[in-house]
């Protein structure tokens, strides 16, 4: 999200070069940077006692493609409280024990998704308003409905190479 004017005290900003970040949007007036920092989400691997992943689909993200569950830390949230709750939101399951694996940044929507392997117990899913479809899959299978570049397929990739001891 762009910033043009001062959250504090409303005037109008202009760039400054602030150190060795470049030229960043400055109010001169209160003398205030402001960065353009990523909005930080998690994305998580859902993964079940018989080596089951979730995946899911969400009409507004693709109609398509399968993905892994994912949404964003609010406010007052950790990144681990997060992973929590989204999987409970989404479907329905508890979160047992949870890794984290790495981070991405996704460019086009300047998010920066942190990356978990979460093991729940397999039970029946209560799904949210916003998924579509929701469906346990083998590993084999998942690796297969992942789209190929994509940021849930390259966390699935990760976390099954980093922890297959965990499985």
């Not at 001062?6 to 209160?30: A, H, N, R, S, W």
Request: charged share 25%.
């Amino acid at each position: 999200m762009d910033i043009n004017y001062c959250q504090v005290c409303g005037e109008k900003l202009t760039l400054k070069q602030i150190g060795d970040e470049g030229m960043i949007p400055f109010c001169e007036t209160c003398q205030k940077p402001y960065f353009k920092s990523p909005a930080p989400c998690v994305l998580v691997v859902v993964i079940n006692e018989y080596n089951e992943v979730v995946l899911l689909k969400q009409d507004y993200v693709s109609k398509t493609h399968w993905g892994l569950i994912a949404g964003f830390i609010t406010e007052g949230e950790n990144a681990e409280d997060t992973v929590i709750r989204e999987v409970k939101e989404e479907t329905g399951l508890n979160v047992k024990s949870y890794k984290y694996i790495s981070s991405y940044h996704q460019s086009q929507r300047n998010l920066l998704m942190l990356g978990y392997l979460a093991h729940v117990q397999k039970a029946e899913f209560i799904k949210s308003c916003e998924v579509d479809q929701i469906n346990w899959f083998s590993i084999n299978d998942a690796i297969l409905n992942l789209r190929e570049g994509s940021m849930g397929k390259q966390l699935f990739e990760a976390a099954m190479s980093r922890f297959e001891d965990l499985l």
